[in-house]
């Protein structure tokens, strides 16, 4: 026998034992070993003291669903619809700008993992890839997010773009009409472009997995930066901390009369803005509170979701995101009253912790638990999940009769 073949077959077998993960907390782990503190934290960091972001996924985990027994479901199926658009599963990735930081190429990954799936992967104006690329290889399955950023002409270029490129849906992005104080930026020094100095570069070198990954890609393509800028004709400079303030009321509606086809607007958590943003012809409300990345004492993403959707009734879709890192977290919001989830950060730790086969085990284990959860709580379809799935309602059920 060859010993150093043997060997070697162990170290192999122990290195991808070592690089396996069975939840998101896990490859947020890995995630954190393997990526410079710089880009982690820009990840991983949120507004302020950060107790929001952390508060986002601690109040889905303290939602309790009911079991329910002797009901048939061996065959269960995670398809589901929103605004009239069939998706394979009933969460797709959150738009995340300069998401590149977390793995090379990573919105052309996130773009092949949605089509695979067929569910919506949201493009940042901020992506690393431009848009026109990104809906190709996501075969139809992007969503473009806008944000109403520093010049007129530059939006209206984006608007146009997106429409030529025959995206079916715009999400116009109203949480950001200022820059929040991300600590973990300012500490690391973090801005772009990047600035060099001696803490960065033994950040890099301290972390040669990402770092490599990242120069092979850097030679062949560049550096990672926001490309909807880059390939303007109006030659716009992406400047990360600008104001967002153009999306007003009066812009919004310039806007939907311009948009021909479905209209989302994310970044809502106050009731009256869910009605008045229905009232003036949105297609869809996405509650979201970015991640905890913008104001930091704002609720809970999920506690906003269920004061929403009393505001607005059952008819207006609502898309959710904000903290969730598993399957069960994305049943818990479609019990809240949402119809379609997104998963942020939790897709980016996969990128961080493996690349493309990292994000695609994260998306397979959030989809597998999904199925599982679905069929506990008794169902074997999407569409029958409701508020009786939450435990709280049969207490409240209850009591009524007592
Ligand atoms: C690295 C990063 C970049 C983001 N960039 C954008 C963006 O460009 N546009 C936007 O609407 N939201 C952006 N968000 C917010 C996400 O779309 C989403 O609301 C948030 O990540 C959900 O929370 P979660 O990460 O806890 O799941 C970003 C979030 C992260 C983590």
């Known amino acids: 026998m060859n010993w150093k073949f043997v060997t070697l077959g162990h170290s192999a077998a122990r290195y991808v034992e070592l690089n396996r993960f069975f939840s998101v907390a896990e490859a947020r782990l890995r995630a954190r070993k393997r990526l410079p503190r710089m880009m982690f934290d820009f990840v991983d960091g949120a507004s302020g003291d950060e107790s929001l972001s952390h508060l986002n996924s601690t109040a889905l985990d303290a939602i309790r669903l009911m ?3 002797l009901r048939d479901v061996a065959d269960r199926d995670l398809s589901t619809e929103i605004m009239g658009l069939q998706m394979g599963l009933p969460f797709g990735i ?4 300069m998401c590149a930081l977390s793995w090379p190429n990573a919105d052309r990954h996130m773009a092949r993992a949605a089509a695979s799936r067929r569910v919506p992967l949201c493009v940042s104006t901020a992506a ?12 139809g399955y992007a969503w473009f997010q806008l944000y ?3 010049s007129g002409d530059f939006v209206d270029e984006l608007i146009g773009r997106a429409e030529a490129s025959d995206y079916k849906v715009l999400i116009l992005t109203v949480d950001v009409p200022i820059p929040s104080v991300r600590t973990r930026d300012l500490r690391n020094g973090f801005t772009f472009p ?6 960065q570069i033994w950040d890099f070198a301290s972390h040669p997995h990402w770092s490599l990954a990242s ?3 850097a030679i062949g393509a560049g550096m990672p930066r926001p490309m909807n800028y880059a390939t303007s004709s109006q030659g716009t400079k992406f400047v990360r901390n600008a104001s967002r303030g153009r999306a007003t009321w009066d812009f919004l509606k310039t806007l939907r009369d311009r948009w021909p086809a479905k209209l989302v607007v994310k970044g809502v958590q106050c009731p009256e803005d869910a009605v008045r943003i229905n009232a003036l012809g949105a297609d869809a409300i996405y509650v979201s509170n970015h991640g905890g990345r913008q104001l930091n004492s704002a609720p809970t993403s999920i506690e906003s979701l269920a004061q929403i959707r009393q505001a607005v009734g059952n008819a207006m879709p609502l898309i959710f995101d904000g903290g969730i890192r598993s399957g069960e977290h994305v049943i818990k919001a479609l019990a809240s009253g949402a119809d379609f989830a997104m998963v942020g950060r939790s897709a980016l730790f996969g990128l961080g912790a493996g690349g493309a086969g990292g994000l695609s085990d994260i998306l397979d284990l959030i989809s597998t638990e ?3 959860v679905m069929g506990l709580a008794g169902h074997q379809k999407i569409a029958e999940i409701s ?3 939450l435990a709280s309602a049969h207490h409240d059920a209850r009591s009524q009769r007592n």
Request: no cysteine.
């Open 67 to 69: 079991p329910r027994v």
């Open 94 to 97: 959150a738009p995340m700008g």
């Open 128 to 139: 690393s890839a431009p848009l026109e690329t990104i809906i190709e290889d996501a075969e």
């Open 148 to 150: 109403a950023d520093q």
């Open 194 to 199: 990047l600035r060099w100095g001696p803490r």
């Open 215 to 217: 120069l092979v890609h």
């Open 370 to 372: 999904a199925s599982a």
């Open 387 to 389: 508020a009786d799935n």
